[in-house]
Nanobody, 115 residues
């Protein structure tokens, strides 16, 4: 079992920065990947960034060069540093953890970017 809790969302002006945190607990050694997804009401959830066990990363094209995903192994968290935020980044952001063929999800954290 893995528990996932997101934090760090908020309201920021266009061009600003936020850092989201995904705190993971439980069977941490079994984790293969941690991903950030986002969802706008009425739309499907989409992948924003992913980091896998060998530290390879994947990004949505529209966030490349602005967002950075990283791991803090001491604190058992995965961070999503979001810079130069745009209004179109406004969404609920969710952390998904894949471990032992099971996907675990948190409840999300809201990011709102004003123009």
């Amino acid at each position: 079992q893995v528990q996932v809790v997101e934090s760090g969302g908020g309201l920021v002006q266009s061009g600003g920065s936020l850092r989201l945190s995904c705190a993971v607990s439980g069977d941490i050694s079994s984790i293969y990947s941690v991903s950030w997804y986002r969802q706008v009401p009425g739309q499907s959830r989409g992948l924003v960034a992913r980091i896998i066990k060998n530290d390879n990363t994947t990004y949505l094209d529209s966030v490349k060069g602005r967002f950075t995903i990283s791991r803090d192994n001491v604190k058992n968290t995965v961070l999503l540093q979001m810079d130069n935020l745009k209004p179109e980044d406004t969404a609920m952001y969710y952390c998904h953890v894949f471990a032992r063929r099971v996907e675990y999800r948190g409840r999300g954290t809201q990011v709102t970017v004003s123009s």
